[in-house]
């Protein structure tokens, strides 16, 4: 992952609109916000992957790297880097295109883990 604005790694994984009741006081979307939206997309690429259920266990290397404005759709783009026994790694990216119509722009990334589980919760192996 860098800070390239060459185009974005990985899989588009969710496209959404940025509104404006995510915004925070200062009128940029809330960074809790784009982590939700990141972390939906990577759990559906994990999920895919476990082929069933999975948990979010880590967030590595989070970099804010541009805010995000109401009116931008925000396309996240997912790459699984590691696979292990129960858990894998997944690159993410977020991206926005400014007022639905502008330029591409990195705005977030960071490294999730997420573990497949069993029923009751349990650590299972990845197929």
């Known amino acids: 992952?860098?800070?390239t604005t060459d185009g974005p790694d990985g899989e588009l994984t969710l496209r959404t609109l940025a509104m404006p009741a995510d915004t925070?006081?200062?009128?940029?979307i809330f960074g809790g916000w784009v982590l939700?939206?990141?972390?939906?997309a990577a759990g559906i690429v994990a999920g895919e992957k476990a082929q069933g259920r999975v948990a979010?266990?880590?967030v590595d290397a989070m970099k804010f790297?541009?805010?995000?404005?109401?009116?931008?759709?925000?396309?996240?783009?997912?790459?699984?880097?590691?696979?292990?026994?129960?858990?894998?790694?997944?690159?993410v990216e977020a991206w926005v295109r400014?007022?639905?119509?502008?330029g591409r722009e990195k705005v977030t990334e960071a490294i999730f883990t997420f573990v497949a589980i069993d029923?009751?919760?349990r650590p299972r192996e990845v197929p």
């Open 56 to 58: 979010t266990i880590a």
């Open 1 to 3: 992952m860098t800070e």
């Open 65 to 91: 790297i541009r805010p995000v404005k109401v009116g931008d759709v925000l396309c996240v783009y997912c790459q699984i880097t590691r696979v292990g026994r129960s858990s894998m790694a997944i690159d």
């Open 119 to 121: 029923g009751e919760g």
């Open 24 to 28: 925070n006081v200062s009128g940029d």
């Open 98 to 102: 400014r007022e639905r119509i502008g």
């Open 36 to 40: 939700s939206q990141m972390d939906i």
